[in-house]
C-alpha cells in the first residue's frame, strides 16, 4: 500500500508473476494532473503520486489489461453507532 497527497495505491500479487493495481485518488489530484493516459497507468500513476517507492516498484512494469473501471466515489460521514452498537469493519461503511 502506498499513500499519497490525495489517494492511494495498492498492489496484490496475482499469479504469473503479475500484480493487481487498485488507487482510490482525490478528484482534485487527477484535476491537477489530468486524467489521460489510462492506457499506460503506471506512467500516470507517476505523475499522479509522485512517490519515489512506487515509482520504483513499477520501474519496467507493463500493463496487460485496459483499466477495468473507474468511478467516483462518494464518501459521507457515517454514525459510528447504531442502536448503542459499535459499528466496526463492513457494518460502518463499505466501498464498492
Not at 26 to 35: E, K, L, P, W
Request: hydrophobic fraction near 45%.
Amino acid at each position: 500500500m502506498y499513500f499519497f497527497r490525495g489517494g492511494y495505491c495498492g498492489l496484490a500479487p496475482i499469479e504469473d508473476g503479475k500484480c493487481n493495481v487498485c488507487c482510490l485518488v482525490n478528484q482534485d489530484r487527477i484535476r491537477d494532473v489530468g486524467s489521460s493516459g489510462m492506457e499506460n497507468l503506471s506512467a500516470w500513476l507517476a505523475r499522479v503520486s509522485c512517490h519515489p517507492a512506487l515509482q520504483a516498484r513499477l520501474r519496467g512494469a507493463a500493463q496487460v489489461s485496459p483499466v477495468v473501471a473507474a468511478a467516483p466515489v462518494r464518501l459521507a460521514l457515517r454514525s459510528a453507532t447504531q442502536d448503542g452498537a459499535l459499528l466496526v469493519g463492513e457494518a460502518s461503511g463499505l466501498l464498492d
